[in-house]
């Protein structure tokens, strides 16, 4: 009974700490603020329908240029992902995964029983994708390949010139499988940094799945979709939802849509947010040059930060999370998305803003504490 891989991850699920640079969300959206008197006195609590309520797929469809047809509506995106993986791989069929990674992406498809290949993207290099590299991975047997732009945990998007070169790889070597492009964190840009363009309208062979969680800050909505413009997928998704959850909660996809009709106001507003916490980031990564190296985000409430080698030799590291520990603190330990343990994600969304100052303080603590002594 191993269908399910341990992460430790999920300890994100658990008590949270004072100061929790850890999490790759920005602050919760508050009921509250999507509520006005009377919204929901005439919402009929009966069974909501399987590809997902009409409107919200409207809504969803007009962010990403596509047609609403070809939006499912998904129980946030990870329902997306494993549907993704359980409908095109079976057991011996082969996916195509980059790492580092948001651990469930990667261990659903293990689950599935995917043959997995991974393709290693690099600190040194910025974590940025080379096709040629990726081509080497792939075979007549790959069925899915499955990134994400911007990365979780790095932050580092792929522009569309990577995804098409992705894509004619793709067609030379494996052209019946799928490109899956995981864009939570899209519309999360600094300030007034436009978004990237959505990968969904690249090919008929593109799958886009995304969620309220990251960007709208409503993850305990539990609204996730899928973007499928392939017909014959798109039906396979409808059926494979409907027969593990058969719909969404209805109040779930009311509420959903009400955070899509404010989504410019909401988003620009977390924009702002993600864009003093990465300035705040970017300074304390200045201020300990000596200890630690960063790759800076395109996008999203996460960056990946390193402990550098000549300061912290692996007891210093274990040292370095304990001491966070003892100051009632927690990064994203890079060993959950398959980094090395000196590599941690620094979530500077979430926070306030002087509670994010008073945890950089903290961590800088942690890295005092914990450095390598001196001989």
Same mark, same amino acid.
């Given at each position: 009974?191993?269908? @399910? &891989?341990?992460? =430790? ?9 004072? @100061? ?21 006195? /005439? ?25 609403? =047809? ?11 992902? @494993? ?9 011996? /069929? ?41 081509? &080497? ?23 569309? /010139? &990577? ?14 499988? @799928? ?13 007034? =940094? /436009? ?49 593990? &959850? ?6 779930? $996809? ?23 916490g990465l300035a705040r980031t970017a300074a304390w990564v200045a201020r300990n040059a000596a200890l630690v190296e960063w790759v800076k985000p395109d996008a999203g409430a996460l960056c990946c930060v390193r402990l550098r080698s000549d300061q912290f030799d692996q007891a210093a ?21 398959? $980094? ?36």
């Amino acid at each position: 009974m191993t269908r @399910f &891989v341990h992460n =430790d991850i999920i300890s994100l699920t658990g008590r949270a700490p004072r @100061f929790d640079l850890a999490e790759s969300v920005g602050p919760d959206l508050r009921l509250g603020e999507l509520l006005g008197p009377g919204t929901a006195d /005439e919402l009929r609590l009966g069974y909501a329908t399987a590809p997902g309520d009409p409107a919200l797929r409207a809504a969803i469809a007009a962010q990403h240029g596509v047609e609403a =047809d070809e939006v499912i509506v998904t129980i946030g995106g990870m329902h997306a992902l @494993f549907l993704t993986g359980y409908i095109l791989c079976g057991r011996g /069929e082969e996916a195509i995964i980059a790492t580092p990674v948001f651990p469930p992406a990667r261990d659903t498809l293990l689950s599935v029983g995917a043959t997995l290949r991974q393709l290693p993207l690099e600190f040194n290099e910025g974590y940025r994708l080379d096709p040629g590299r990726l081509a &080497v991975l792939l075979s007549p047997a790959t069925r899915l390949v499955c990134l994400a732009s911007p990365q979780n945990p790095s932050g580092v998007a792929l522009p569309c /010139e &990577v995804l098409d070169g992705v894509l004619l790889e793709m067609a030379a070597r494996c052209p019946k499988a @799928f490109l899956l492009v995981d864009e939570t964190y899209r519309q999360a840009a600094y300030n007034n =940094d /436009e978004a990237a363009p959505s990968a969904a309208t690249l090919s008929p062979r593109v799958i886009v799945t995304g969620s309220l969680s990251k960007c709208h800050g409503a993850p305990g909505l539990r609204i996730g979709w899928s973007i499928l413009r392939d017909e014959a997928l798109r039906e396979q998704m409808v059926l494979g939802k409907f027969n593990t &959850v058969i719909a969404n909660s209805t109040i779930d $996809e009311m509420l959903g849509l009400r955070v899509l009709t404010q989504a410019d106001a909401i988003i620009a507003a977390r924009r702002k947010h993600l864009g003093e916490g990465l300035a705040r980031t970017a300074a304390w990564v200045a201020r300990n040059a000596a200890l630690v190296e960063w790759v800076k985000p395109d996008a999203g409430a996460l960056c990946c930060v390193r402990l550098r080698s000549d300061q912290f030799d692996q007891a210093a590291v274990a040292r370095f999370h304990a001491a966070l520990t003892a100051l009632d603190a927690r990064v994203g330990d890079g060993t959950w998305f398959g $980094e090395e343990a000196r590599v941690f994600r620094l979530g500077f969304g979430l926070l306030p803003i002087p509670e994010l100052e008073l945890a950089l303080g903290v961590l800088s603590t942690a890295l005092q504490q914990a450095k390598r002594k001196a001989a």
